[in-house]
């Protein structure tokens, strides 16, 4: 008999912290978005990514801090990673996406799923700085929550 050879699925570690009150995290589907993209995307490398779902305060602490900006944003990514792995933590303010949903219409799940993929994203090196960029990058999160079929209603 010959030796039959297991092709292994990436080790990916998916921590999720809630650090608010205001919207109801389903940490299964999050695991499941991210598990889509990375594979998607090819990525077979060994992963940690943690995501933290804040108030607009933490994450403005953090804008500034790390950024140099004095404001809350929708997402933050802190990519640590190595040659042969993916290491970050991702922080999402979901008082924003609630204000996004508002003024684009959307579900505020919508817009935390959206976030959780630019993350990502952006973890595995897409920008958004330059308007051919953040094309490139937006067309990409569409077709993600397309492919998970999270509507923007």
Do not use: W
Not at 46 to 73: E, H, W
Not at 91 to 104: G, M, N, P, Y
Request: glycine content about 4%.
């Amino acid at each position: 008999m010959k030796n039959k050879r297991h092709i292994r699925k990436p080790a990916i570690q998916i921590t999720i912290k809630n650090l608010q009150k205001l919207v109801p995290i389903e940490r299964g589907k999050i695991k499941e978005t991210v598990c889509k993209v990375l594979q998607s995307e090819g990525v077979y490398a060994k992963a940690g990514i943690s995501f933290f779902f804040v108030t607009d305060k933490k994450i403005q602490a953090l804008n500034l801090r790390y950024l140099g900006q004095d404001c809350p944003t929708d997402v933050i990514a802190f990519d640590s990673s190595g040659r042969d792995s993916i290491l970050a933590d991702i922080f999402i303010s979901t008082e924003t996406a609630l204000s996004q949903a508002r003024s684009f219409k959307t579900s505020v799940l919508y817009e935390l799923y959206l976030y959780v993929i630019h993350g990502i994203l952006h973890i595995l090196g897409y920008d958004d700085l330059c308007s051919k960029d953040r094309a490139v990058m937006r067309k990409q999160e569409k077709l993600f929550l397309k492919a998970l079929n999270i509507a923007p209603h």
